[in-house]
């Protein structure tokens, strides 16, 4: 399937700051719609902070500072008029291990639809069907949907979780090492799922996994730290080319595990 050239969301000299300390440094990427790019690179070389740019995370530290910009289809995200609640619709996120709420697994998947105002019970029924469907879940669970969601396996926990973010209809969703936690079968089914997902959404995951990378990516961000301790990016390519000819010396010694 060929992908869309269209950019889906652009840094532009992203820096950020933590108090003095300079996480990020002068980012810049062109991320394609509907396709699935990873960020990589070793450990606090910033990845995760990168990923939480892009639905406005870091701003629930009160020393994080952010200069630059981040566009969603052309449109500032960082503007002083911005609406930050708006942006997390749009963009949502799965965390590393499975955060389902300690409620019923219907009531997980309803929780957002009926923040952003949705109060009709066919309605709400119809999303959760609907998001329980595009995870593969709900052969599983449509028998015990007043079942508390914490008493679901791991790998269904987080399958919830991406129900559940899906349910307030995003347009961009990102995925922080949201495999990390689970085993190997687990894994294979949310790689299925996010290759499925990329034909519609917009998908940016952070993994230490290499061959994840490879499996299931089209675009490809390599962040490492300098000698000041700052995370910068050092390549953004097509993963097929990044990993079969890297631009970078310091890349090829990172995908081939000379460091890192």
Not at 138 to 149: N, T
Request: glycine share 6%; charged share 25%.
């Amino acid at each position: 399937m060929k992908k869309s050239n269209k950019v889906k969301l652009k840094t532009k000299d992203i820096n950020l700051f933590y108090g003095s300390v300079h996480a990020l440094r002068d980012v810049n990427m062109d991320i394609p719609s509907c396709s699935i790019t990873a960020i990589i690179g070793p450990s606090g070389c910033g990845k995760s902070s990168l990923l939480r740019l892009f639905n406005r995370m870091n701003d629930l530290i009160p020393i994080a500072r952010v200069e630059g910009d981040v566009l969603l289809d052309s449109t500032s995200i960082y503007d002083k008029n911005t609406d930050v609640a708006e942006i997390r619709k749009k963009i949502g996120l799965v965390f590393q291990k499975p955060n389902v709420f300690p409620m019923s697994i219907k009531e997980n998947i309803m929780i957002g639809p009926k923040h952003h105002g949705i109060r009709n019970r066919a309605a709400l029924d119809e999303i959760t069907e609907r998001c329980l469907e595009q995870v593969s879940l709900w052969g599983e669970v449509k028998d015990i949907l007043g079942k508390s969601a914490l008493e679901l396996p791991a790998g269904q926990q987080q399958r919830l979780c991406i129900a559940r973010a899906l349910a307030v209809d995003p347009e961009v969703i990102l995925f922080d090492e949201s495999c990390s936690a689970l085993d190997p079968e687990s894994t294979m089914k949310i790689e299925e799922l996010m290759l499925t997902l990329a034909k519609k959404y917009t998908i940016l995951i952070v993994t230490h996994n290499m061959e994840q990378a490879v499996r299931i990516s089209d675009m490809s961000a390599f962040l490492m730290i300098d000698e000041n301790k700052t995370g910068r990016l050092v390549e953004f390519s097509r993963t097929t080319e990044m990993f079969s000819n890297p631009q970078d010396k310091r890349t090829e010694d990172y995908i081939t595990g000379r460091f890192g």
